[in-house]
């Protein structure tokens, strides 16, 4: 089965409102990164977390080594915010770094 | 800060056709990494170095060979294109292939195989 698992896998979001991506592993990960894939296809780096929490704008982000999650968070979503996310936990089984499947955001006015 | 430059942009190439990829990055990162993204999907390991003159399979190494001519450079080879093939490659690097290594990504290298 899939070692990272995204969920939504697809989400359509009003602009202005919240909402949450989240990431489930079964693989010991000891770092998680997000990114968000633009429609060009260019992958800009959101987070790279160990456990605990960041937030960076209108974006925060969650990992519980412990559980085996992650979670992304989304506040007053805005246009520009659409495209695909994704996350990637470090596999310390094989020394490295596993990539979800995606949740791909249409974000619209 | 760095980047990563990816070499060609698009790439056409026919049936049976060798064909290669090139990544340079300015990060002075040790760790340089291929991978492959099908329409739609997420992105699949396919060789990655942990320094110069090394090389590791990924998850989809067969069909592919690389090369880490320097520290700063990682090339991808596709064997032999596969006919109707189209994928994205993504180079990327990070400081250390442990888990205090931070991946960077370049823009990415589209591969059309007519």
């Given at each position: 089965g899939d070692k990272v698992k995204q969920s939504p896998s697809a989400l359509s979001l009003q602009e202005g409102t919240n909402s949450a991506l989240r990431c489930n592993f079964s693989i010991?990960?000891?770092?998680?990164?997000?990114f968000l894939q633009n429609p060009r296809g260019s992958l800009m780096n959101l987070f790279y977390l160990?456990?605990?929490?960041?937030e960076n704008g209108r974006l925060k982000s969650a990992f519980d080594s412990k559980e085996s999650y992650s979670t992304l968070h989304i506040r007053d979503a805005q246009l520009e915010d659409s495209g695909t996310y994704f996350c990637a936990a470090f596999n310390t089984g094989n020394y490295k770094y596993v990539f979800g499947a995606g949740t791909r955001l249409k974000v619209i006015a | 800060g760095g980047i990563i430059t990816q070499t060609p942009k698009f790439l056409i190439?026919?049936?049976?056709?060798?064909?290669?990829?090139?990544?340079?990055?300015?990060f002075n990162h040790d760790t340089m990494y291929w991978y492959?993204?099908?329409?739609?999907?997420?992105?699949?390991?396919?060789?990655?170095?942990?320094?110069?003159?090394?090389?590791q399979k990924g998850d989809l190494s067969e069909g592919y060979d690389a090369s880490r001519e320097k520290k700063s450079s990682f090339s991808l080879t596709v064997t032999s294109a596969q006919k109707n093939e189209?994928?994205?490659?993504?180079?990327?690097?990070?400081?250390?292939?442990?888990?205090?290594?931070q991946l960077y990504f370049g823009e990415g290298s589209k591969l059309t195989v007519l």
């Open positions: 010991a990960a000891t770092t998680v990164q997000w160990v456990p605990g929490t960041k | 190439g026919q049936e049976g056709q060798k064909l290669t990829l090139k990544c340079q990055q300015n492959r993204q099908d329409s739609g999907k997420g992105l699949r390991l396919i060789y990655y170095s942990i320094t110069e003159n090394d090389l189209m994928a994205v490659f993504l180079c990327a690097s990070s400081m250390t292939g442990g888990d205090t290594g």
